[in-house]
């Protein structure tokens, strides 16, 4: 019992000298799906790590619309930082200026780093989060890596901690290992709901899995909206719905009769 | 003694002095020589080591100029206009060049004279040593028509006519010798005589600054040490201009005469010795191999290629400037110790061709948009990442033109759910290019969610060629 206090408070101690828990004093990023805020506490904390996992390859695009749209969402004169391995550019392709331009990320002040190795890519990625002129900083690493734990971890989140970065570690086809991110999130893509059938706007599946000093997760559909630079729920796929635009004007005529009463 | 194969017979390429004692000068057929003396040391012509050496001599003279340039197979031009001063005069400057040479094994023959086309007559077909400006005619005069080195047919033309020294030309005029032999001959009589000059073209660009310490010792790697002075020297001259660095090379000069060349890019015009010495020593320590002492060096050379105007510092007023200062500084380092190579940005081209409109170049140069970035719309239209090459898939389309039903792709089958499709994208048959076929873009997603960029190349029906189908990217 004695012991078990004793622990605790050991604990607690940890905890006060761990850097990560010390976050949100520096502005939080909303992701502009209002229950999604919610549940973050409004939104993901600058000057900290976060972890979004592709648990297949095949799901790189959407965790780096997800990386990519929050990394929109920060001030537009503070530039993306993205470090790739040369790899990663062979196996996935290369980084599509217009793609990012799309999505709003000014793809003229993007950053790109390749590097050889994650060893190179961790240092990239400390010396990135210290600088005080970036907003987003993605690091892309790919595979399982011993490199990859709680030591390189609180590494990142040290070098961040200070300024108004935010880091995001994209992590493909990887395993989950202890770290010092606030929140990890697991980002599939997901069947579009375009009114017309055709391939609609970036949808994925957000799952998140952890919140450091909160319990509270959820598992969401969210769709990036490229016109308003936020993400959002979209309409409800499968069985086809009247157009929104259509839906929205039978609302409007209704309120017209409404009025006319 | 060497010998190459010159019009199908095996001749003499080049001969030392011993061999050219005996009678074997170059150009004689190797056989004629070996019947005038018996036991003769050969070997093959090597005119691509033949020049390396040359090349390697050159960047040793780097020392006493930075203007130097090549004439193959055996000159080597030194602009020395204001340089010799630093050796207490011309004739200082030559002997110290033919005495390190000659410690290295090599026999020399030096001119210094007005002009390049002058300093090489003199050197190659004259007594060589220092031509003096009121000495010109006096000793052009003396030098043999070939020095003018018009080609063999009109060297034929002018011994025909009687000519044989160049002071048969002096007294003459210009003009019906133009018209006779050609204007290149009276072009080339101008410049020996130094009445008009044409530049040298540097092997290597030229420094707009430069500082530089000799070693009266050669010294092993100490290169911090001497870097401290070295960059203060240079910024402060870059200070006196108001001008910052963006480009730099760091010298060393091994006393055996290898030079090690380590360059640095900056993204904004630089003046502060400390962050150039930190970059610098970034650098050093990214190297693959590291520096070879070897004997040691005896002179370092910083220097300058490229520079900006400097922008007056401005600083604590606007944070924002603050900030671009410093994602700049970032950009700086990460390219210093990574490579410029690896730390990259993006930029929009004018061509309608997916791959070539988005191009990554290194961050530190100087390539602009030549098209604007997509705006953001309702749905993507490009891709976020793209394949180049652009992977092949097999493809089962419903109707020859349509999109896709299903296709595969890595092994892996996919069903497609929607289609949008298709957006027609030409050839751009002003380029000269194999890539001549029509492409038909299609949005595709599949069952899981997943969203594609395929396209077909060539039309079914029409053409030769079988059609196919590419993966050019992948949507979020």
Known sequence: ?261 | MTVAKRSNALRIAAADAAAQRLGLHPGLAFTDAKLRVAHIEVVEHDAAADLALLERIADWGDRYSPIIAIEPPDMILFDITGVTHIFGGEAELVADIEARLARQGFAVRTAIAGTARAARAHCRFGRGGVVLPDAVSERVAGLPVEALECGLDILIALRRAGFLYLEDFLSRPREPLAARFGPELTDRLAQILEETDRSLTPRRPVPEFLAEQRFADPIGLMEDIALDSLAADLCGQLHRQGQGGRSFELGFYRADGKIERIGLLSGQPLADPGTLRRLFEMRLDALADPLDPGFGFDMMRLAVLAGDPLGPVQSGLDGKVEASREVSALVDRLSARFGAGAVQRLIARDTHLPERASLPVPSLSDARDSAEWLGTGEVPRRPLFLFYPAPQVDVVAEVPDGPPRRFRWRGVSHDVARAEGPERIAPEWWRRTTDTRTRDYFRIEDSEGQRFWLFRYGFYGREVEPVRWFLQGIFP
């Open chain 1, 1 to 261: 019992m004695d012991k078990a206090r004793r622990v605790g408070a050991l604990r607690q101690a940890l905890a006060s000298l761990d850097p990560v828990v010390r976050t949100g004093q520096n502005g939080l990023i909303s992701l502009g799906a209002g229950p999604v805020d919610t549940v973050l506490g409004g939104g993901l904390a600058r000057g900290a790590v976060h972890e979004i996992f592709a648990e297949r390859p095949a799901d790189l695009a959407a965790a780096s619309c997800f990386a990519g749209g929050v990394a929109a969402r920060m001030e537009k004169d503070r530039p993306l930082l993205w470090v790739r391995s040369r790899k990663a550019q062979e196996e996935a392709g290369f980084l599509y200026g217009h793609g990012l331009a799309e999505m709003g990320i000014a793809a003229r002040d993007m950053i790109l780093v390749v590097v050889e190795d994650v060893v190179e890519g961790l240092r990239v990625g400390v010396e990135a989060l210290r600088c005080a002129g970036l907003g987003a900083v993605v690091l892309e690493f790919w595979g399982h890596s011993r490199h990859l734990d709680l030591t390189a971890s609180r590494r990142l989140a040290l070098a961040v901690e200070n300024g108004a970065a935010m880091g995001l570690v994209l992590r493909v086809a990887g395993e989950p290992a202890p770290s010092a991110a606030v929140t990890r999130w697991a980002v599939a893509p997901a069947p579009s709901s375009d009114p017309y059938g055709l391939p609609g706007r970036p949808t994925l599946s957000a799952r998140l899995l952890r919140q450091r000093g909160a319990g509270a997760l959820g598992h969401w559909h969210l769709e990036w909206n490229h016109a308003t630079q936020a993400f959002g729920f979209p309409a409800l796929s499968g069985a086809v719905v009247a157009p929104v635009v259509d839906r929205q004007n039978r609302a409007q005529r209704r309120a017209g009769w409404a009025r006319t009463g």
